[in-house]
């Protein structure tokens, strides 16, 4: 069965550095999107994306991120100076079509620590 | 302000009992969806829908548009089923997530 994957499992950087998670959505999947959920927390939307541009994002998405599909098959997220509040688990998930009609699929997340 | 409330934050169950989930939203949506997040953290699609009611095994999901308001039913409840169930909201691209209901399941 396809499924959505993340890479790292986890990562551990220090702040102020740059940090890049990637994800692999399905393949025939069209829509992709990037969440949050800090410790303890609700998840958090951040940005979808769809035809190599940004649909929607949230207030959390500030300039410090940025998303890209740099080949066709890897969907990435950078923050470019991470912050101790950075950490957090982020899950990227993928759709075949708009949320409105389509179940969603996530990965299975990258754990971000910021020390 | 949080845009989808669940309620209650946390049940225990004993086996087999009939377990409900609620979730009213406040924002005008295009579909509501369950999730379930196990506690290693992966989350899954349970439901998808926009009006009605639908049915997949063991778990019922209904919505109410008018009332603005959704449920999640698990008929004989299992261990197994002991996890966190999320509703989420769509507008078309965006998300928005309960708070979750943290349900656990005694043998």
């Known amino acids: 069965e396809p499924e959505v994957t993340q890479t790292p499992s986890h990562q551990v950087t220090q702040m102020g550095q740059e940090v890049i998670l990637r994800c692999v959505p399905i393949?025939?999947?069209?829509?992709f999107y990037w969440y949050r959920q800090i410790l303890g927390q609700k998840v958090e939307f951040l940005v979808s994306?769809?035809?190599?541009?940004?649909?929607?994002k949230s207030e959390i998405f500030d300039d410090q991120f940025s998303v890209e599909r740099p080949d066709g098959s890897n969907f990435t997220l950078k923050i470019r100076s991470t912050k101790l509040e950075d950490s957090a688990m982020y899950f990227c998930?993928?759709?075949?079509?708009?949320?409105?009609?389509?179940?969603?699929?996530f990965g299975p997340g990258t754990r971000l620590t910021v020390l | 302000k949080n845009e989808v409330e669940q309620s209650p934050q946390n049940l225990t169950a004993q086996e087999g009992e009939f377990i409900t989930i609620n979730c009213s939203y406040s924002v005008g949506i295009s579909a509501l969806h369950w999730l379930q997040q196990h506690p290693g953290g992966g989350i899954v699609s349970l439901f998808m829908l926009s009006s009605g009611k639908k049915k997949h095994g063991r778990l019922i999901a209904t919505i109410n548009i008018q009332e603005k308001h959704s449920s999640l039913h698990i008929t004989a409840s299992h261990p197994r089923d002991s996890a966190v169930y999320i509703c989420?909201?769509?507008?078309?691209?965006?998300?928005?997530f309960g708070t979750g209901t943290s349900l656990t399941v005694i043998p």
């Open positions: 998930a993928s759709t075949v079509g708009t949320l409105s009609y389509n179940e969603q699929f």
């Open positions: 989420a909201v769509t507008t078309g691209n965006q998300f928005y």
């Open positions: 994306f769809y035809n190599n541009e940004i649909s929607e």
């Open positions: 393949s025939n999947h069209l829509y």
